[in-house]
C-alpha cells in the first residue's frame, strides 16, 4: 500500500529561522511530487511540484528535494515569517490517477 | 483570475437528503477530482474525470455521484446523505492526469 508520513505533526519556531519540513513516502516508484500548503477553513495553495527526475525545486524563499531512492521528500523555508503559519502537505503522485496526501505539517511561526 | 470555483461553502443536510456540490474551473483543464478531507486522515479521492463524458471512481466513491458534461464543470451529487459523510470536500483541476493540480477553497459539509 502506497503510504506518506508527515513527521512532526506540528512544529513551533521563531521567527527569521531556516527550516525543514519531512515528507516520506513507501513506494519509490513516484511520477511527481506536489507540496500544499492549508490555512486553517481554506483550501490547499500548490507551492511546489518536483518531477521524478528532479533533485529540486525552487520558488522564493521555498525549496523542495526529492530523493526517491529513499522514499524522502523534504520542504526547506528560509527566513520564515509569521505569514508562513499554516498546514503543509505533501502528495506525491504513484503515477495514476490521484495524489496521496499526508496529514501535513502544521507549522508555527512566532514572531 | 478564478481559477476553481466551488459552492456552497458551507451546507447543513439531514440524514437522507440529496445536494450537489458545484464545480467550476475556468483554466480549460482536463481533469477534474473530487477529495474529501476528514481530521487525522489524508485527503482521499471520490471520483475523478479525464475529460467531458468521463468518469470514474476513486478510493472512496460510495454514496457520491459525478458527471462531467463540460470541460468545466464537474459537479458531485449524494444520493441519500448519512452522517458518515461529514467532510470537506475539494474539487480540483489539472491540465492532463498527474500534472499540477489547482484546488477549489472547499465545501464544509455537516450532516445530521
Keep these: 500500500k502506497q503510504e506518506v508520513t508527515q513527521i512532526p505533526a506540528a512544529l513551533s519556531v521563531p521567527e527569521g529561522e531556516n527550516l525543514v519540513l519531512n515528507c516520506s513516502f513507501t513506494d519509490s516508484a513516484i511520477y511527481n511530487l506536489q507540496w500544499f500548503r492549508q490555512d486553517p477553513g481554506k483550501g490547499l495553495t500548490s507551492l511546489l511540484l518536483i518531477q521524478s527526475s528532479q533533485r529540486e525545486q525552487t520558488s522564493g524563499r521555498l525549496n523542495a528535494s526529492l530523493d526517491k531512492s529513499s522514499g524522502r521528500s523534504t520542504l526547506y523555508i528560509a527566513a520564515s515569517q509569521p505569514g508562513d503559519s499554516a498546514t503543509y502537505l505533501c502528495a506525491p503522485n504513484f503515477g495514476n490517477e490521484k495524489l496521496t496526501f499526508g496529514t501535513g505539517t502544521r507549522l508555527t511561526i512566532i514572531p | ?112
Design chain 2, 1 to 112: 483570475n478564478a481559477g476553481v470555483t466551488q459552492t456552497p461553502k458551507f451546507q447543513v443536510l439531514k440524514t437522507g437528503q440529496s445536494m450537489t456540490l458545484q464545480c467550476a474551473q475556468d483554466m480549460n483543464h482536463e481533469y477534474m477530482s473530487w477529495y474529501r478531507q476528514d481530521p487525522g486522515m489524508g485527503l482521499r479521492l471520490i471520483h475523478y474525470s479525464v475529460g467531458a463524458g468521463i468518469t470514474d471512481q476513486g478510493e472512496v466513491p460510495n454514496g457520491y455521484n459525478v458527471s462531467r458534461s463540460t470541460t468545466e464543470d464537474f459537479p458531485l451529487r449524494l444520493l441519500s446523505a448519512a452522517p458518515s459523510q461529514t467532510s470537506v470536500y475539494f474539487c480540483a483541476s489539472s491540465p492532463q492526469k498527474k500534472t499540477e493540480a489547482f484546488f477549489g477553497q472547499g465545501t464544509r459539509l455537516t450532516v445530521v
